[in-house]
């Protein structure tokens, strides 16, 4: 994680535009495209996901798959930043393909359906059930703040943002388009 960390901070002080303020990550953490990303399996998801793809599911490489490729992925990418959604605590159905959708055959043969469990998770219940342990441990409640201070604090813009490698692309904060300036409304 201290090579990522390096990494993003490398690219941010390189960063040189005139009219674009520096940011560590191009896109939000929170956004339709991500959360469809985990929720695909599940309607009222599936449809949406078809939806944002001109009526058809996304390439099987890129579809959610496997929770430990995922991890790695956003532990070692600037690019992959997202959160999870709720369903992670509560809801196994989001992990299983109970509907049967056509996710297709990733490049290496692979089919998809239900997503693929770290050895740890026996299930997608127990998976589920122990990311809410995890969630509502002692650990967790001692640090939580912390987090509250990047998403809603005083590390979400400013010096402190930048301290704290979590300053997003100017545009996806409230306020990053002056709304009454915009003329053209296609």
């Known amino acids: 994680r201290e090579a990522q960390a390096a990494?993003?901070?490398?690219?941010?002080?390189?960063?040189?535009?005139?009219?674009?303020?520096?940011?560590?990550?191009?896109?939000?953490y929170s956004a339709m495209g991500l959360v469809l990303f985990y929720l695909l399996r599940a309607e009222p998801f599936a449809?949406?996901?078809?939806?944002?793809?001109?009526?058809?599911?996304?390439?099987?490489?890129?579809?959610?798959?496997?929770?430990?490729?995922?991890?790695r992925s956003?532990?070692?990418?600037?690019?992959?930043?997202?959160?999870?959604?709720?369903?992670?605590?509560y809801s196994p159905a989001f992990l299983r393909n109970d509907n049967g959708l056509p996710l297709g055959r990733r490049t290496t043969g692979e089919p998809l359906g239900d997503v693929r469990l770290p050895p740890w998770a026996p299930s997608a219940a127990s998976f589920v059930a122990q990311h809410r342990a995890a969630l509502e441990s002692d650990h967790v409640?001692?640090?939580?703040?912390?987090?509250?201070?990047?998403?809603?604090?005083?590390?979400?813009?400013?010096?402190?943002?930048?301290?704290?490698?979590?300053?997003f692309f100017y545009l996806?904060?409230?306020?990053?388009?002056d709304l009454s300036q915009v003329t053209d409304a296609q």
């Open 47 to 71: 449809g949406y996901a078809v939806a944002l793809q001109s009526g058809k599911l996304d390439h099987p490489d890129r579809l959610f798959h496997a929770v430990a490729d995922t991890w």
């Open 172 to 177: 996806t904060y409230e306020g990053g388009v």
């Open 7 to 28: 990494s993003i901070r490398a690219a941010f002080e390189a960063f040189d535009d005139p009219e674009v303020p520096k940011f560590h990550y191009g896109s939000h």
């Open 141 to 167: 409640s001692a640090h939580l703040h912390e987090w509250i201070d990047l998403i809603f604090g005083y590390k979400q813009k400013g010096p402190e943002a930048v301290k704290a490698l979590n300053l």
């Open 74 to 89: 956003c532990t070692s990418s600037a690019a992959d930043v997202k959160e999870l959604t709720p369903e992670w605590f």
